[in-house]
Nanobody
Framework: QVQLVESGGGLVQAGGSLRLSCAPSGTMFSINAMGWYRQAPGKQREFVAVITSGGSTNYADSVNGQCTISRDNAKNTVYLQMNSLKPEDTAVYYC??????????????WGQGTLVTVSS
């Protein structure tokens, strides 16, 4: 069973930066897309950024230019570099990986979430 381990969240002052990391454990045939979502208090979970196996990226308009998603294929790790953080970026950030199992079934898995708190 594939699980995701996220890290890098924490408390930061407005204007600061954080880098989130997410790595899967378990056996997969291949990884397709790796992405980040966030859920602010009282709001629905929303898309933040995604990176495909080929390295193509896509960002939510709200974070475009502020966040950079990247991946280390050798480590199967995805990163989210967040700069110029604002209090409205406060949320639980979730990693999601879309992959194919050893049996070649398309599957997805979510991380447990990491809390990012931006103080004003």
């Amino acid at each position: 069973q594939v699980q995701l381990v996220e890290s890098g969240g924490g408390l930061v002052q407005a204007g600061g930066s954080l880098r989130l990391s997410c790595a899967p454990s378990g056996t997969m045939f291949s990884i397709n897309a790796m992405g980040w979502y966030r859920q602010a208090p009282g709001k629905q979970r929303e898309f933040v950024a995604v990176i495909t196996s080929g390295g193509s990226t896509n960002y939510a308009d709200s974070v475009n230019g502020q966040c950079t998603i990247s991946r280390d294929n050798a480590k199967n790790t995805v990163y989210l570099q967040m700069n110029s953080l604002k209090p409205e970026d406060t949320a639980v950030y979730y990693c999601k990986i879309v992959y194919r199992s050893i049996e070649s079934r398309p599957l997805e898995v979510w991380g447990q979430g990491t809390l990012v708190t931006v103080s004003s």
